[in-house]
């Protein structure tokens, strides 16, 4: 760990995977005097926090149980925090964004569904009163995957038609799934559930997960081979900043060759709902 001006204190609300690694970025790059990861599990949270103090060779990292459902609690968990990231279920960030105003704490998240951070934006004049930032849809896709697009376009004097093929894959998959989750269960299924917005003819165009018509199977080589990419979630608000200097843009996800019929049958059972 380098030595660094050390003043912001931070918090990370979910101690899975991505807010386990979220904390270790921000004492490693992040100037943080302090980083609290909350968890509904005590001792998940306490265990990521031992684990990020010892990959960094610090002390920075502690830990505390929250529901973050709760309201009150979240706002007492906030107030002390100049920033906050949220590493939970997409379902919450539109309460933990109002929260975070209400308390003046600069808020990001994963994000993952664009109903939900098309709500949150509509909070923007509040964040600017209450002087905080907000910086919704930060995962892999959307968020990192959103920067790259954007990236490439540009690089080019007239950017017109922009593909992301998004994977997030297992080098070494493990049937019957061949793939691994590494974020919350709840964003896989709703990015499957929905549609996506594509763009053609420089028009926005609603289109469904699974759609037959947008199937196809795409060979990168060795050592992944060949690969199905389908359309579904990932784009999020790209179609609304990015669409309309392009003619078309689109976004699939790469999976192992029957994902996509495994997947279709489990929502064609109803087993994407949280109704039984």
Same mark, same amino acid.
């Given at each position: 760990?380098?030595?660094?001006?050390?003043?912001?204190?931070?918090?990370?609300?979910?101690?899975?995977?991505? $807010?386990?690694?979220?904390?270790?970025?921000?004492?490693?790059?992040?100037?943080?005097?302090?980083?609290?990861?909350?968890?509904?599990?005590?001792?998940?949270?306490?265990?990521?926090?031992?684990?990020?103090?010892?990959?960094?060779?610090?002390?920075?990292?502690?830990?505390?149980?929250?529901?973050?459902?709760?309201?009150?609690?979240?706002?007492?968990?906030?107030?002390?925090?100049? =920033?906050?990231?949220?590493?939970?279920?997409?379902?919450?960030?539109?309460?933990?964004?109002?929260?975070?105003?209400?308390?003046?704490?600069?808020?990001?998240?994963?994000? $993952?569904?664009?109903?939900?951070?098309?709500?949150?934006? =509509?909070?923007? =004049?509040?964040?600017?009163?209450?002087?905080?930032?907000?910086?919704?849809?930060?995962?892999?896709?959307?968020?990192?995957?959103?920067?790259?697009?954007?990236?490439?376009?540009?690089?080019?004097?007239?950017?017109?038609?922009?593909?992301?093929?998004?994977?997030?894959?297992?080098?070494?998959?493990?049937?019957?799934?061949?793939?691994?989750?590494?974020?919350?269960?709840? $964003?896989?299924?709703?990015?499957?559930?929905?549609?996506?917005?594509?763009?053609?003819?420089?028009?926005?165009?609603?289109?469904?997960?699974?759609?037959?018509?947008?199937?196809?199977?795409?060979?990168?080589?060795?050592?992944?081979?060949?690969?199905?990419?389908?359309?579904?979630? $990932?784009?999020?608000?790209?179609?609304?900043?990015?669409?309309?200097?392009?003619? =078309?843009?689109?976004?699939?996800?790469?999976?192992?060759?029957?994902?996509?019929?495994?997947?279709?049958?489990?929502?064609?059972?109803?087993?994407?709902?949280?109704?039984?």
């Amino acid at each position: 760990m380098t030595n660094t001006t050390r003043s912001y204190r931070y918090g990370v609300l979910g101690a899975g995977r991505q $807010g386990t690694a979220a904390a270790f970025d921000l004492i490693t790059r992040g100037e943080a005097a302090s980083v609290v990861l909350a968890d509904l599990d005590a001792g998940r949270a306490w265990a990521a926090a031992a684990r990020v103090n010892e990959l960094t060779g610090s002390n920075l990292a502690s830990a505390v149980a929250l529901d973050a459902g709760n309201g009150p609690a979240v706002a007492r968990f906030l107030e002390p925090l100049d =920033s906050a990231i949220g590493a939970i279920s997409y379902k919450l960030n539109f309460a933990l964004t109002e929260r975070a105003i209400s308390t003046r704490t600069n808020w990001c998240d994963l994000g $993952g569904n664009t109903d939900v951070v098309m709500a949150q934006l =509509s909070l923007d =004049s509040r964040a600017r009163e209450a002087g905080v930032s907000v910086v919704p849809d930060c995962g892999e896709a959307p968020g990192l995957a959103s920067n790259l697009m954007a990236y490439a376009m540009s690089l080019l004097d007239e950017p017109r038609d922009l593909v992301l093929l998004d994977g997030g894959l297992p080098l070494h998959p493990t049937p019957p799934w061949n793939y691994q989750v590494t974020f919350a269960m709840d $964003g896989l299924t709703n990015e499957y559930a929905g549609g996506t917005v594509y763009v053609r003819d420089g028009q926005r165009v609603d289109v469904s997960t699974f759609d037959p018509a947008e199937y196809e199977l795409v060979d990168l080589g060795e050592p992944v081979g060949r690969l199905e990419a389908f359309a579904a979630g $990932g784009g999020s608000t790209t179609p609304w900043t990015l669409g309309p200097r392009l003619r =078309s843009m689109k976004n699939k996800v790469l999976r192992y060759p029957g994902h996509v019929d495994q997947w279709r049958a489990f929502q064609h059972a109803g087993l994407f709902s949280e109704e039984p």
